[in-house]
């Protein structure tokens, strides 16, 4: 079945050190990849997405490329700000249904 | 333009009882979907309701059961509550069935 796997947390970080959060999944067919932050208490905000191979999603300083041969889908940031912090979920939308990764929960040290 | 908006923000239910959770999909949006998120999990898709039909379904009993109305708002029900019931149960809303999904702040359901 479709699944997204996502590096476990919680990742601790100082400010402008570079991010990685590692994502792949399980799919059959070619879905859509999406990157999700959820702040402490709100809800989730789409942050970025692919929808086909060899895509690059970006925002706010955030990239993800969507890598069919490996079906990886990993996000990444050159330098990070203490307002970053928060849970990022993967997640691939298929069928009109999205699945959604465990979270990864990110925090950034002033 | 008005977001997805949620009530309640928060709820107490005991066990057995039933709730209704309420869901505003944005302007132009024919499309809702709930998930369920428990505490340190990633949401988990309940359904989801194009035009006021059920448009696919995730792996929860019937007794999760829902509406859509024809202004597109939406609402989950939950019959017979149990402790794992506990959840935020959060909506999105879509142009379409194939676009992507904008999610509300979310219901926090307390099951005691």
């Known amino acids: 079945g479709n699944s997204v796997t996502q590096m476990e947390g919680p990742v601790t970080l100082s400010e402008e050190a570079f991010l990685t959060i590692n994502c792949t999944y399980t799919?059959?067919?070619?879905?859509?990849l999406f990157w999700y932050v959820q702040y402490p208490g709100e809800g989730l905000q789409l942050l970025l997405k692919a929808t086909k191979a060899d895509d690059k999603g970006s925002n706010k300083g955030f990239e993800a490329t969507y890598r069919k041969e490996t079906t990886s889908f990993h996000l990444e940031k050159g330098s990070v700000q203490v307002s970053d912090s928060a849970v990022y979920f993967c997640a691939l939308m298929f069928n009109d249904k999205i699945i959604f990764g465990k979270g990864t929960r990110l925090h950034i040290l002033p | 333009e008005t977001g997805v908006t949620q009530s309640p923000t928060h709820l107490i239910k005991t066990r057995g009882q039933q709730v209704t959770l309420r869901c505003s999909s944005q302007?132009?949006?024919?499309?809702v979907s709930w998930y369920q998120q428990a505490l340190g999990q990633g949401p988990q898709f309940i359904f989801q309701y194009y035009r006021e039909e059920e448009n696919g379904r995730g792996n929860f009993p019937p007794r999760f059961s829902g509406l859509q109305f024809p202004n597109y708002s939406s609402e989950l029900n939950v019959n017979a509550l149990e402790l794992d019931d506990s959840a935020l149960y959060l909506c999105?809303?879509?142009?379409?069935?194939?676009?992507?999904?904008?999610f509300g702040p979310g219901t926090r359901l307390t099951v005691t």
């Open positions: 999105a809303s879509s142009l379409d069935r194939e676009y992507e999904q904008y």
């Open positions: 799919a059959t067919g070619y879905p859509s």
């Open positions: 302007s132009g949006h024919n499309t």
